[in-house]
């Protein structure tokens, strides 16, 4: 860490937690224990730009398993896990939908993941219920590999939020 540098109060205190905390918290963020080890190696970091470069770095190297284990750790679209404020903050774009709406998404869900043989995976914050419908529709379509690629950019983006949420948290 340079001396000029402060880095924002959260991030401060994920670079001090012990290594098993500090664990934890990347595990809440992505599933996947090979990016989370990863960017626990990498501390101290001295900014959130650092932090989310090393997350891209790291999930640019994930295995086909390593990408499993971190979509095990997402809920389906417009089903988030109780009590997880997470996935319900995430997916607010649902919150509302009417039945209509919910029932093409759980359609969508169980298809896609009949296909792929994992959840849809989308960044959500932000979209609306019919946009995250619309999405499923559209990748459906995809060649296995051409949706693993598009899962792992979606996961990136999903880790970037996590992360600042995580690094500005007071």
């Given at each position: 860490?340079?001396?000029?540098?402060?880095?924002?109060?959260?991030?401060?205190?994920?670079?001090?937690?012990?290594?098993?905390?500090?664990?934890?918290?990347?595990?809440?963020?992505?599933?996947?224990?090979?990016?989370?080890?990863?960017?626990?190696?990498?501390?101290?970091?001295?900014?959130?730009?650092?932090l989310?470069a090393?997350?891209?770095?790291?999930?640019?190297?994930?295995?086909?398993?390593?990408?499993e284990?971190?979509?095990?750790?997402?809920?389906?679209?417009?089903?988030?896990?109780?009590?997880?404020?997470?996935?319900?903050?995430?997916?607010?774009g649902?919150a509302?939908?009417?039945?209509?709406?919910?029932?093409?998404?759980?359609?969508?869900?169980?298809?896609?993941?009949?296909?792929?043989?994992?959840v849809?995976l989308?960044?959500?914050?932000?979209l609306?219920?019919?946009?995250?419908?619309?999405?499923?529709?559209?990748?459906?379509g995809?060649?296995?590999?051409?949706?693993?690629?598009i899962?792992?950019?979606?996961?990136g983006?999903?880790?970037?939020?996590?992360?600042?949420?995580?690094?500005?948290?007071?």
């Amino acid at each position: 860490m340079t001396s000029t540098s402060v880095p924002p109060p959260g991030l401060a205190r994920f670079n001090a937690l012990q290594e098993p905390a500090a664990l934890a918290a990347l595990l809440e963020a992505c599933a996947s224990t090979a990016w989370a080890r990863r960017l626990l190696a990498g501390r101290p970091y001295d900014s959130v730009e650092t932090l989310c470069a090393a997350s891209d770095a790291a999930m640019a190297d994930l295995t086909a398993a390593d990408l499993e284990e971190a979509m095990a750790g997402h809920p389906p679209i417009g089903r988030p896990r109780p009590g997880d404020p997470t996935s319900a903050r995430e997916q607010r774009g649902m919150a509302g939908a009417g039945e209509e709406l919910r029932a093409q998404m759980l359609e969508l869900n169980l298809a896609y993941q009949e296909k792929f043989g994992h959840v849809f995976l989308i960044c959500a914050t932000g979209l609306t219920g019919e946009r995250m419908r619309d999405a499923v529709r559209e990748r459906i379509g995809n060649a296995p590999e051409r949706e693993r690629e598009i899962v792992r950019t979606e996961l990136g983006k999903i880790n970037r939020i996590r992360l600042v949420r995580l690094a500005e948290d007071d």
